[in-house]
Nanobody, 114 residues
Framework: QVQLVESGGGFVQRGGSLTLTCAAS????????MAWYRQAPGKEREFVVR????????VYADSVKGRFTASRDNAKNMIYLQMNNLEPDDTAVYYC???????WGQGLQVTVSS
């Protein structure tokens, strides 16, 4: 069974940084695109970034462009989200997503204080 396990959430002050990690049990991880989404309280889940199978094609939402960096290590079946210069509007539950399988990670709370 495909499983995505996230780690690395937490609390930071405005302007701080966090790195999220998603460990994937996907059998052919190096052949599939992955993504990060987030959902703030009272809002719909929104796209954050997608990353191609080889990690060379990455597309960011405008709201995080220039501040967040997605990457992956296919040898470790891991994807990452480096979040810099965090803002209070970044406060949300962050989800790793496997689009081809429609599988979500468990979600990680990221809270950015003012």
């Amino acid at each position: 069974q495909v499983q995505l396990v996230e780690s690395g959430g937490g609390f930071v002050q405005r302007g701080g940084s966090l790195t999220l990690t998603c460990a994937a049990s996907i059998s052919s991880f190096g052949r599939v695109g992955m993504a990060w989404y987030r959902q703030a309280p009272g809002k719909e889940r929104e796209f954050v970034v997608r990353i191609s199978s080889g990690g060379n094609n990455i597309v960011y939402a405008d709201s995080v462009k220039g501040r967040f960096t997605a990457s992956r290590d296919n040898a470790k079946n891991m994807i990452y989200l480096q979040m810099n210069n965090l803002e209070p509007d970044d406060t949300a539950v962050y989800y790793c997503f496997y689009p081809a399988g429609g599988v979500w990670g468990q979600g990680l709370q990221v809270t950015v204080s003012s």
